[in-house]
């Protein structure tokens, strides 16, 4: 929910450009990992550091860097099984809740509509199985006439990627059918296996644990805390957070943070004009703005010994 895909290179090229001594980057609401894996290509990043409170998320991204994207993840998932298991812990958990979520907030519930998804499941069908029962129940059921795009005229399987089939039957239907549009579930499967393909995702570091709970040691001077929490009185996650104590974390750090929100008490640094990826059909023009806390105590020693304390760590020499 929110993606910050679209956005994370400008984010990133701003704050290094601010910050060119930074070495170290806390992604402190980790969620889709885009910031983190925008950072991960950058070479002066010593390390990069993604933490996120949802255990399904994490076991998720665990599971791709470990196993890649099995064919467990394309299996048809009903509204039952999304109801039963969309709170597990468990990568499966994690896949419910990104890829089968309404707005992929993890909270309103399944992705389609009961009056679509027999028509959905059947499009899905058609796509990952290359079902020829389900297209002519289809093309029957619904008087449409999709052409038999994954069989040659000999009737042999096209060889061809999930993501081409679903390419070809979608954009043929968006054309002549336009009520059954996308299949979002399908294209957020194909990001993770395009996460899966990047090399350098294993030197992500994973911290699965609130924001205020993750360990910062490293330099102050080196160090940048980047925050994208649920915005303040907009649309709800599934793990919902005070915004006063965030605040406060944020006057109280030693370090310097930034954080993506639509407004703030903080030093507005950035405003990018963007489409909101929370609406499927609506064109939404939305400014977000990225804040910092101006770090006023930064390379100071007075006045940190007790944050310091407070925090179990060690002041750097």
């Known amino acids: 929910m929110g993606s910050k895909r679209k956005l994370s290179k400008k984010i990133i090229d701003f704050i290094l450009k601010e910050n060119p001594n930074a070495k170290y980057i806390y992604d402190l609401f980790g969620g889709g990992a885009s910031i983190s894996l925008e950072v991960l290509n950058r070479r002066e990043i010593k390390e990069v550091h993604y933490n996120e409170l949802n255990t399904g998320i994490t076991s998720l991204l665990k599971d791709i860097i470990d196993n890649g994207v099995s064919k467990e993840y394309y299996k048809w998932v009903t509204r039952e099984e999304f109801k039963k ?121 994973i911290t699965n644990s609130s924001y205020d709970e993750v360990i910062i040691n490293t330099p102050i001077e080196e160090t940048i805390i980047y925050l994208d929490p649920p915005y303040d009185n907009t649309a709800t996650y599934q793990m919902e957070i005070s915004h006063d104590d965030l605040y406060k974390y944020v006057d109280d750090s030693p370090y310097k943070i930034y954080m993506s929100s639509y ?51 060690r002041l750097p020499s």
Request: aromatic letters at 10%.
């Open 85 to 205: 298991h969309k709170g597990d812990d468990c990568y499966l958990g994690g896949l419910y809740n990104s890829c089968w979520s309404f707005g992929n907030n993890q909270k309103k519930g399944y992705l389609y509509g009961k009056d679509i998804e027999k028509e959905k499941e059947l499009l899905h069908k058609i796509v990952v199985d290359k079902c020829k029962d389900s297209l002519d129940v289809l093309n029957e059921k619904y008087n449409i006439k999709i052409p038999m795009f994954i069989y040659s005229l000999e009737g042999d399987i096209v060889k061809e990627s999930i993501n081409e089939s679903r390419l070809r039957i979608v954009g043929f239907i968006n054309k002549e059918y336009g009520r059954l549009q996308q299949l979002p579930h399908l294209a957020s499967i194909r990001h993770l296996e395009r996460l899966s393909k990047f090399d350098k995702l294993k030197e992500l570091n």
């Open 263 to 313: 407004k703030s008490h903080l030093e507005c640094v950035m405003e990018i004009e963007h489409t909101s990826s929370l609406s499927a059909t609506a064109v939404n023009k939305i400014v977000e703005r990225l804040y910092t806390n101006n770090n006023p105590t930064l390379g100071k020693k007075e006045g940190l010994e007790e944050w310091w304390f407070n925090n179990s760590l």
